[in-house]
């Protein structure tokens, strides 16, 4: 399953949990194992429904008179403690570990120094290790985003007024794109930005595949929209290949300039023997410097993702591959057979403006050539069948 995180409005910890709870994700198992692991906090979820819809708002709550763990090092102690998943592991400490190394930067300090006491420590575990285990129990695998809204003006911390986006949010938002908004209020907090910069696979203009559910969560903030989080099926649509329809494939491309001349050729075919390969193409030209170079596009169906990107990295040492999704018309096709310059064909048969039309298999007619010693082109092309050749002699 994957999941677009729709940022327009800003994203915050507390409303990404929101949203995954509006998704059907049920939080109390975390709150019991956290607090098993010596956190005893209070997470409610309430419906809510503003402009943008009806949607939930999370909140966090100690149970305590003060709230302990301000120091990365007994955060991450807990979320090793924590009875969850492998994985939710290791997205909880690389969504920590970004969040630390942000805070680190913005006050030149060690990242072992960071202390949390602009944001509650606990909301900040919380969001956290939530967002990671709702991920989870949703089945997803895949995350991407929107671009972000770009936001200015400034806000009051434990430090005086500081301008926008806050130091440690600009430190995690480099590389990610933005869109100009007239809004002059924080819409992307320091945890927000870690989960994006630590969970998000791509940044990409809308949804791609199937939408299977919608949730919005709100924050603490009065605004009338918050975060969606579209939960998307990217294993849809398929085409029936005999009826023909629309379906969703995977481009994968790279530029290429390092590779010579025999490594590119066997990189290709390579590439191009895989059954989970649907086509590869490769356009030379020239870059930067005026080094000669090509483009080398691959398509693959989107549960061949891995295995494909995979074999282009290794195949062609490519250190950039850029992944889109792509709708493509499949016209409906069948197995047949015609008879082509005396020879019986493997082909494909299909209809186009109500006439039914025969195209031989490239192997069929490969095979037939060497049969017959003769070219494909000579083959393709007689109107007469064709014998095999005589060998000379003196």
């Known amino acids: 399953m994957e999941c677009y995180l729709d940022c327009s409005n800003g994203i915050s910890g507390d409303m990404t949990l929101a949203a995954l709870a509006h998704l059907g994700v049920d939080f109390s198992p975390l709150t019991a194992l956290l607090e098993r692991a010596g956190v005893n906090c209070r997470l409610d979820v309430l419906p809510e429904t503003r402009a943008a819809g009806p949607g939930f708002r999370a909140t966090v709550s100690w149970n305590a008179a003060e709230q302990p763990l301000r120091h990365p090092a007994d955060m991450e102690a807990i979320f090793r403690a924590a009875d969850v998943r492998p994985s939710v592991r290791r997205r909880a400490l690389k969504v920590l570990d970004a969040l630390t190394r942000a805070e680190a930067h913005a006050h030149a300090i060690p990242p072992e120094n960071v202390h949390f006491h602009e944001v509650g420590a606990v909301d900040t575990l919380v969001d956290i290790l939530g967002v990671c285990y709702g991920l989870e129990q949703l089945g997803v695998e895949r995350v991407t985003a929107s671009p972000l809204p770009w936001f200015s003006g400034s806000v009051d911390c434990a430090h005086g007024r500081i301008p926008l ?3 440690a949010t600009a430190w995690l938002l480099r590389g990610k794109p933005f869109f100009p908004t007239d809004a002059r209020e924080e819409l992307i907090t320091p945890t927000g930005a870690a989960l994006l910069h630590a969970l998000a696979d791509s940044f990409v203009p809308g949804p791609q595949g199937v939408v299977a559910a919608l949730g919005t969560g709100y924050g603490s903030r009065p605004a009338p929209a918050g975060l969606r989080i579209w939960l998307l099926d990217p ?4 085409a029936d290949h005999c009826r023909g329809g629309q379906e969703n494939v995977l481009q994968l491309e790279s530029h290429v300039d390092h590779l010579n001349g025999e490594d590119l ?10 059954p989970e390969v649907l086509d590869v193409l490769w356009l030379p030209g020239v870059g930067k410097k005026n080094r000669p170079s090509g483009l080398l596009r691959v398509l693959c169906l989107p549960e061949f993702r891995d295995v494909a ?7 062609t ?3 950039g591959l850029r992944v889109q999704t792509l709708g493509r018309i499949v016209v409906g096709r069948q197995a047949a057979r015609m008879r082509l310059a005396g020879e019986d064909l493997e ?3 299909y209809v186009l403006e109500g006439r039914r039309c025969l195209r031989p298999e490239a192997d069929a007619l490969r095979r037939a050539a060497q049969k017959l010693g003769v070219g494909i082109p000579a083959l393709r092309y ?4 064709l014998r095999r050749p005589r060998s000379g002699g003196a």
């Open 309 to 315: 990107v995979a074999a282009v990295l290794r195949h």
């Open 347 to 349: 082909a494909k048969a």
């Open 235 to 238: 294993a849809a649509p398929r």
């Open 382 to 385: 007689a109107r007469r069948p």
């Open 317 to 319: 040492h490519t250190l």
């Open 165 to 167: 986006p806050a130091p």
């Open 265 to 274: 050729g066997a990189a290709l075919g390579e590439l191009a023997a895989m």
